[in-house]
């Protein structure tokens, strides 16, 4: 996300004018006073799934989406399921050499268990298992999953390396000193995994897009559709877009994800009036440490204030 501030102006604006003129501007200037004050750089989305009514700031550039990534594999598993070309309950040996290092679920797992793909599925999405991800990217494939979005009509949103594959290219790029390297400003501004032409990518505007297929049931099957907004409800991180909207009677669906300095989460928000919003925030931190609170927080002030717009309130 290093776009010139002119063009990430003009390209709010644009956001901005999709819908009611000037309180749609409003709303986006909030937003990019809301990244200001969190010291990130940011873009966003976010639209009435049942209207059509739209806010942003910067929707359409393209971004690295590192595992929000594993929402379009998700759907792309669903999709072979619905059309009789894979067994959800197909069990797999996920054996402990080769797997994909991570922090949560089976990469962080000693022994080699045996699970079917909807569990490996509800890994991926809850803990954002890079483990459970590749061994389902290795069933459905990449080809796949771009064949996925390309029915969705989403352009720019691709699929193009396994999560390992980002991991071992952030090893290749931080060098001899390895992960202490990836919070030097050097090392960052090389880092293949954080340039969106070279990675897994899409837009805001496109993942937006996508759910709000997912949650019309537009795409998949009724039950798939279903089965598929049944995981990204039982995500356990509250610290990005959940954040926002903390109130017992309002649910947040979402995945996150991150990378050095990237910080992100597209999700849908669900009122108990019936006002549904599907949301994507993107942003890359000034600092760069491991743990900055502010830059995970304001994914949920900016999504607050984008679902607070299209909700029409000041």
């Known amino acids: 996300m ?19 003129g ?10 990019a006073a809301a990244f200001a004050d969190a010291g990130v750089d940011g873009v966003a989305h976010a639209v009435d799934i049942d209207r059509g009514t739209e806010v942003g700031y910067g929707a359409d550039r393209l971004v690295c989406t590192a595992s929000v990534h594993k929402l379009c594999l998700l759907l792309a598993l669903h999709r072979l399921a619905a059309a009789g070309r894979l067994d959800l309950t197909e069990q797999v040996e996920c054996a402990v050499e080769g797997r994909t290092p991570g922090g949560t679920g089976l990469a962080a797992m000693l022994d080699a268990p045996r699970m079917s793909l909807r569990d490996l599925a509800y890994l ?24 996925t979005t390309e029915a969705l009509g989403l352009r720019l949103t691709r699929a193009v390396e396994s999560f390992g594959a980002t991991q071992e290219g952030m090893r290749e790029d931080a060098g001899p000193a390895g992960a202490r390297a990836l919070t030097d400003p050097l090392v960052l501004a090389r880092l293949r995994a954080l340039d969106p032409t070279h990675g897994n990518r899409s837009t805001p505007r496109e993942l937006t897009s996508l759910l709000r297929a997912l949650w019309r049931d537009e795409f998949l099957p009724a039950a798939h559709g279903a089965a598929v907004r049944r995981l990204l409800g039982l995500q356990v991180w509250p610290h990005r877009l959940a954040s926002g909207f903390p109130f017992d009677d309002v649910q947040v669906f979402g995945k996150t994800g991150t990378l050095p300095t990237l910080r992100a989460e597209a999700g849908v928000v669900a009122y108990p009036d019936g006002g549904r919003y599907a949301v994507a925030v993107f942003t890359r931190a000034a600092d760069t440490g491991l743990v900055v609170p502010a830059a995970d927080a304001v994914i949920g002030v900016v999504g607050r204030t984008a679902v607070d717009g299209l909700r029409g309130i000041a």
């Not at 010139?4 to 999709?18: D, I, K, S």
């Open 2 to 20: 290093n776009d010139a501030p002119e063009e990430r102006a003009r390209q709010a604006r644009a956001t901005a004018a999709g819908g009611a």
């Open 22 to 31: 000037r309180p749609r501007t409003a709303v986006a200037d909030r937003i």
């Open 124 to 147: 991926m999405i809850a803990v954002s298992d890079n483990a459970a991800a590749d061994l389902l990217l290795a069933r459905v494939g990449l080809e796949e999953v771009n064949h």
